[in-house]
């Protein structure tokens, strides 16, 4: 079982940033893929962005340019560092770790 701890999710001025991280723990060996999800009131939960193990990396097409996904998998933690950002990226922002495990979510507000 893996457990993922969200943070730095907050309230950020339209051009501001932001930096998530997501630490994984728990019984497992290996996590192939970690990524972030949003999801905004009444929209379907989309891919933010992916990377693997080895930093092969997956953006959806209205972050690209401003945010950037990495990881430390010493620490089996990924980041996701959020630039420019814009009223439209408010969300609840979730992490994900391999096939089905997901954290709590974590509220990311961009408003004047």
């Not at 969200?6 to 290996?30: I, K, M, N, W």
């Not at 893929?33 to 891919?47: F, H, N, S, V």
Request: hydrophobic share 30%.
């Amino acid at each position: 079982q893996v457990h993922l701890v969200e943070s730095g999710g907050g309230l950020v001025q339209p051009g501001g940033s932001l930096r998530l991280s997501c630490a994984a723990s728990g019984r497992f060996f290996s996590i192939a893929t970690m990524g972030w999800y949003r999801q905004a009131p009444g929209k379907e939960r989309d891919l933010v962005a992916s990377i693997t193990s080895g930093g092969d990396t997956e953006y959806g097409d209205s972050v690209k340019g401003r945010f950037t996904i990495s990881r430390d998998n010493a620490k089996n933690t990924v980041y996701l560092q959020m630039n420019s950002l814009k009223p439209e990226d408010t969300a609840v922002y979730y992490c994900k770790g391999g096939r089905a495990n997901w954290g709590q979510g974590t509220q990311v507000t961009v408003s004047s």
